[in-house]
């Protein structure tokens, strides 16, 4: 791999009719094989894609990305028929969560496989690994025919990418190319499960929600207790991955109010008349409902969708940041969305996006 001055021309690839005969589809897959990155869509966010097998290719994601080697990476395959080739043993409960949500936004962490080296998992003894529900990706790993691993594309700690124009606002010049097939339909991550340990834990939330967890494993532990438990864990790997507390951050300083309804929104008038005051500019993140909340107040308001679809508003949650951090705003001010079905993982994002403090109301 080159100094991290490595220029690329990044290909864009517009995916056609999206199956493996697409020739933007071939061409990723091809790029794939020859041990290039290549960006592609999921239904949860955009990843950044390497040969999960071939160790030189993965590191440049890390390199690509400014991602420190401690964070591991997920594996994706195109079906659960592949994972012998990436785990070294499958428990039967990974058999019937795989049955029961793959392909789907499901991270499942296993033992690792030696053929997947090392440096895809921090050099930990295991490996997260999914099977994405998205067209476009599954005929991207057929034609591939290798297990891709693949973060989500985005530079380090800055906000996951939702559409092929996030990608390159990240990582133009950096990657080989990016398959382009428009706005990922969940827009959240998927829910990262760790199945080594009994029982399960839910290291992140996500795209599948705990309660849907629980409906085939009614012990998986959540997030909260296992961030407790985790100080406590032995594995390094366990303890660091990917839970900065400083994740999916914009630049513009962000001030979350842990709390929904008329509460919430009667604190981000107040929070946002106080920063007007001070002579600075402001943004809000609402729901549609909600959208009427601040009139009066010149604030810039972006709209994540119905307050009674939570996908909507995960689905909007990263583009509708990104929009706001475009405008060099001194503060946007948003609200959580309660802690059931998709509000969970909204809560974490919200929470991370805000370098994990949130206020009360
Ligand atoms: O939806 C997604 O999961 C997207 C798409 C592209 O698949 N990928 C994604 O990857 O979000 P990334 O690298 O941004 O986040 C992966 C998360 C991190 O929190 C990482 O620490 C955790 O999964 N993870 C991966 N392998 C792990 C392992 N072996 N043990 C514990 N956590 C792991
Ligand atoms: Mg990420």
Known sequence: MGGS????????LHVQQGDMADPAVRRAGELLREGHLVA???ETVYGLGADATHAEAVAGIFQ?????????LIVHLASAEALPAVAASIPPLAVRLAKQFWPGPLTLILPRAEQ???????GGTTVGVRVPGHAVALALLRVAGVPVAAPSANRFMHT??????????????????????GPCAIGV??????VTVSPPRVLRPGGVTLEALRLVAPDVVGPEQSEASKLASADPVARAPGQMER???PRTRLIVFDAHGAGALAAMRAEAEAALARGERVGALLADEEAEALAGVPVTVARLGSNTNLVEISRRLYAALRELDELGLDVIVAHTFGMEGMGLALWDRLRRAASGEMRGV
């Open 5 to 12: 001055s490595k220029r690329h021309q990044t290909e864009r």
């Open 40 to 42: 592609f869509p999921t």
């Open 64 to 72: 690509a990305k400014g991602r420190p080697h401690s964070d591991p």
């Open 116 to 122: 997947i080296p090392p440096v895809v998992a921090a």
């Open 160 to 181: 996951s990418p939702t559409t092929a124009a996030h990608v390159l606002a990240d990582l133009d010049g950096r990657i080989d190319a990016v398959l382009d097939a």
């Open 189 to 194: 991550e998927s829910t990262v499960l760790d």
């Open 247 to 249: 994740h999916y951050a």
